[in-house]
């Protein structure tokens, strides 16, 4: 961040202006057809501005123009750290200019703005910035022969990428994906989720001016069925990442599989258990955490710990101070000072939400907070803490993600019970355990099949740590880490006899 004065989003929202076009071949441009599609402002309702709405023709352009980009190495054949060099002038620029990107995904996300300012962005420039300097310090490798053999083991970029990006962390994950995949001598092209583009497009004005070739960064604006499944059938596209639901996931494997065998990777969502033992002392640091954990971005997060596996000795004490400390947790305005719980993404989302809390009602669970949509009268979609006690892991509200401020308590006995029930779902992406004990922290961590398991706070990790999931949370790789320029990367032997 460089300006540490908090600016009068609400007043500078007024005279905000966006970037609608498709951005390809280093080019803002309408979609062929000069069809286009509006964006919503979730938390009121109302039309921000029309986006270029491609489809097939203009991704076989897109397509093209990173094929080429790719083929003549104006990027790949850099030196890595002259893509080092431009890949941290991008991120100084994303820094730069963090409050206006910070109040574009606000606006069209619903998100707070100070939510966006304090961690989407800095997040986004951290990501660049760690796989920007990461790529002149990877080392190939040479394998043991005799002296009369030399072989090589060398990482080569695959070629253009296809990048497929959700709604909820618009920029963040832009960022996750473009930065090891630019970083690595790749060309992408970027199909952002159809609510919320205008970040990516302001993204792609900065990457021009951080002197990143035409055609090694494209962003094809549309919709999913259009342009994401062209992208995910293309032959020349040679590997596939993609950031959503489960559901919508699996297209991704028919499409490679139907196609050219792309390779594919997979982030998709999650039913994240946070358990707190009985041997916790102080527990505010934990609600603390439980809070972030399920209300941190209105609950639209993958690894949102959904799930409250608690103790039954500690059982009361614990919900008597969550349910205290969730109503601090203020449903507003994302443009005010002091909201922490903004507009959900849409309408269909919000009533889908509304939907698992009938849902829980009626298969046993008791509703302890909340409940209800909130705010009507801003036209906006807006949906208060909730919190159902008595739930079990059975129960739809346990099994499915919600993707919303909705928390399941569900209680144990035994450390093996709730193993058993953290366990007890199709997804495996991330999960939370709070106790005073090192050998329950191991033990515990190791027993959950999921991608990352946080102790004593709720915790992706930093870039220095992989991301990503077990079971039907993921597939195909991690992200973050080095582990990331495996994605995007071939191995190639070099096996080589001296005369
Ligand atoms: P989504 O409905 O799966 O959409 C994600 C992207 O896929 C959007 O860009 C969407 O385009 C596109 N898409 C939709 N249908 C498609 C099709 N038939 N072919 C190709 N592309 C298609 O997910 P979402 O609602 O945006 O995001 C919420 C989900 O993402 C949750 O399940 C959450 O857990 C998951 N998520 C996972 C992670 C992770 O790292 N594991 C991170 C964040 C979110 P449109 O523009 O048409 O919508
Ligand atoms: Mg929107």
Redesign the pocket.
């Known amino acids: 961040m460089t300006n540490s004065i908090r600016p009068n989003f609400a007043e500078l929202a007024k005279s905000q202006k966006f970037q609608t076009k498709a951005f390809i071949d280093g080019k803002f441009v309408d979609s062929i057809s000069g069809k286009t599609f509006t964006t919503v402002n979730p938390a009121n309702g109302r039309v921000i501005t029309s986006i270029a709405e491609c489809d097939k023709q203009d991704v076989e352009v897109a397509v093209a123009a990173a094929k080429a980009a790719f083929e003549d190495r104006r990027w790949a054949g850099l030196a890595p750290k002259e893509r080092k060099r431009a890949l941290l002038r991008l991120a100084d620029l994303v820094e730069k200019h963090s409050q206006e990107l910070a109040l574009i995904e606000s606006l069209d996300n619903g998100k707070p703005v100070d939510d966006a300012l304090a961690a989407d962005l800095p997040d986004a420039v951290e990501t660049i910035r760690w796989h920007a300097e990461a790529i002149d310090k990877l080392y190939d490798q040479s394998s043991p022969t005799p002296g009369d053999l030399v072989s090589l083991v060398v990482r080569e970029p695959i070629g253009v990428v296809g990048a497929?990006?959700?709604?909820?962390?618009p920029l963040a994950?832009l960022a996750?994906k473009t930065a090891p995949a630019l970083a690595g001598g790749n060309s992408i092209i970027v199909?952002?989720?159809?609510?919320t583009?205008l970040s990516a497009l302001r993204f792609a004005e900065l990457v021009a001016e951080a002197g990143i070739p035409d055609g090694v960064f494209n962003i094809v604006t549309?919709?999913?069925?259009?342009?994401?499944?062209a992208?995910?059938r293309h032959p020349d596209v040679e590997c596939l990442t993609?950031?959503?639901?489960?559901?919508?996931?699996r297209?991704?494997l028919k499409?490679s599989a139907e196609s050219n065998l792309k390779k594919v990777i997979?982030?998709?969502?999650?039913k994240s258990p946070a358990i707190v033992m009985d041997d916790v002392d102080d527990l505010q640091p934990i609600v603390e955490q439980l809070a972030i954990g399920i209300l941190f971005s209105q609950g639209?997060?993958?690894?949102?710990g959904s799930r409250l596996l608690v103790h039954e000795k500690i059982k009361g004490r614990l919900i008597e101070a969550v349910i205290e400390h969730f109503k601090s947790w203020t449903v507003g305005d994302p443009l005010v000072e002091g909201t922490r719980i903004g507009a959900l993404?849409d309408d269909k989302?919000m009533n889908n939400i509304l939907g698992y809390i009938k849902s829980g009602v009626e298969e046993g669970g008791r509703l302890i907070l909340g409940g209800n949509q909130v705010r009507q009268e801003t036209g906006g979609y807006y949906i208060e803490p909730t919190i159902f006690d008595d739930v079990s892991n059975k129960m739809t509200i346990a099994q499915e993600?919600i993707?919303g401020p909705v928390l399941s308590v569900i209680t144990f006995k035994t450390v093996e019970e709730a193993i058993e029930i953290a366990n007890d779902s199709p997804y495996g992406?991330a999960a939370s355990l709070y106790t005073n004990n090192l050998h329950t922290a191991h033990k515990v961590s190791r027993a959950i099949r999921a991608g990352t398991v946080s102790v004593n706070c709720f915790s992706e990790g930093d870039q220095s740590v992989p991301?990503?999931?077990f079971k039907q949370?993921?597939f195909g790789g991690r992200?973050k880490s080095f582990m990331a320029h495996d994605q995007y990367s071939e191995v190639k032997t070099i096996w080589i006899q001296l005369k």
């Open positions: 497929v990006i959700p709604w909820n962390f994950i996750m199909k952002p989720a159809e609510q583009t549309g919709f999913g069925e259009t342009v994401g499944q992208l995910g993609f950031t959503g639901s489960t559901e919508v996931g297209y991704f499409y997979l982030e998709l969502g999650g639209e997060n993958c690894s949102a993404i989302h993600e993707f992406l991301f990503g999931g949370s993921g992200e």
